[in-house]
C-alpha cells in the first residue's frame, strides 16, 4: 500500500509542477464547475489541446473531477490529494478537531440542468477497502466518531427517516432526511446546519455520497450540492469535508484515526 501511495503521490506532485495547470487550479478554486471553454479562457495563450492535455493531468492525479450535465462536461476541483499529502507530514504534530461539520437537509422537488451549475463541492478519493465496509463507516456511529469530528450518526436508514450526527455532548449537529438509500452503493441526504447562527437561515443542500467498486479498492465520490448560490452553508462545509473523507480513508486503510489539527 506504500508503494501504491508514493505513486499517487508523484502523480500529485508531477502535476503541481507546472504553472499552467496550477492556474487552472486556481480557476477552479475561484469559480468550481467550469466547462472547458471557460477553463481555454484563462489560458489564452495555450490551445484546446494544451489545455485538455493539462486536464488529463491533473485528473490522473485526482485534483480535478469531471461531472457530466446535459451536453457538458464540468469539472471541478478535488482538495483530497493535496489534504492527504498535508496530512502526511503535519498530522503528528495536530490536536484532535473539535469543529463542527455543517447539517443536512432539502427537498429533490424542482432540479433541472440550470440547478446543476449552481455551486457544488465534489470530491472522489479512492479507498483501499471493499463496499460493505466503507459503508458501514459511513453508517455507523462507532466508525463516524473516529473520522467525522467526533460526531455520532444516528438514522433508521429508511427513505423519509430522518439523519442526525450528534456530537459528544448530545447536542444536534446535523440534520436531514434520507433521500435515497441503495446499500453498499448509493446514498443521498439532505443537509441543514440550524445550530448555526450563520447558516440558520440557509435552505437545506444535498449529500450524495456513491461507492464503485474498483478492483480491491473503492471509489467514493461525495458531491454536495443544492446551494442557493455561495450560502454561509456552501463556505463553511468547503471547510469541512477534506479531513473527513482524508480521515474515513486512514481509518479503513490502517484501523487507526488520522490525528488532525486545528489551530
Not at 9 to 18: H, I, N, P, R, T
Not at 61 to 85: D, F, S, W
Request: aromatic share 10%; proline share 5%; glycine share 6%.
Amino acid at each position: 500500500m506504500g508503494h501504491i501511495f508514493a505513486l499517487a503521490l508523484e502523480d500529485v506532485f508531477k502535476a503541481l509542477s507546472d504553472s499552467s495547470r496550477r492556474r487552472l487550479l486556481d480557476e477552479l478554486f475561484k469559480h468550481d464547475g467550469q466547462t472547458l471553454g471557460e477553463l481555454e479562457e484563462h489560458l489564452p495563450e495555450m490551445t484546446r489541446f494544451g489545455v485538455m492535455k493539462h486536464l488529463r493531468v491533473l485528473e490522473r492525479a485526482g485534483l480535478v473531477t469531471r461531472q457530466r450535465v446535459g451536453r457538458e462536461k464540468l469539472h471541478y476541483l478535488n482538495p483530497v490529494p493535496i489534504r492527504r499529502i498535508f496530512d502526511r507530514w503535519t498530522s503528528k504534530y495536530a490536536r484532535p478537531f473539535t469543529h463542527a461539520l455543517a447539517d443536512l437537509k432539502r427537498s429533490l422537488e424542482g432540479d433541472d440542468e440550470m440547478d446543476e451549475r449552481r455551486p457544488k463541492h465534489v470530491y472522489e478519493v479512492y479507498i483501499r477497502t471493499t463496499p460493505e465496509k466503507l459503508w458501514q463507516a459511513i453508517t455507523d456511529a462507532s466508525f463516524t466518531r473516529q473520522y467525522f469530528f467526533q460526531q455520532a450518526v444516528e438514522s433508521s436508514w429508511k427513505v423519509g427517516g430522518e439523519y442526525v450526527h450528534r456530537a459528544p455532548d448530545g447536542a444536534v449537529k446535523i440534520e436531514g432526511k434520507i433521500l435515497e438509500i441503495e446499500p453498499p452503493r448509493r446514498l443521498v441526504h439532505t443537509f441543514a446546519c440550524p445550530y448555526r447562527d450563520d447558516t440558520r437561515n440557509d435552505r437545506a443542500s444535498r449529500v450524495t455520497w456513491t461507492i464503485e467498486r474498483q478492483g480491491n479498492v473503492c471509489k467514493l465520490t461525495l458531491v454536495h450540492d443544492d446551494f442557493d448560490g455561495e450560502t454561509a452553508t456552501f463556505n463553511s462545509v468547503g471547510k469541512g469535508w477534506n479531513p473527513v473523507l482524508s480521515g474515513l480513508k486512514t481509518l479503513l486503510e490502517t484501523g487507526s484515526p488520522l490525528a488532525l489539527g486545528a489551530a
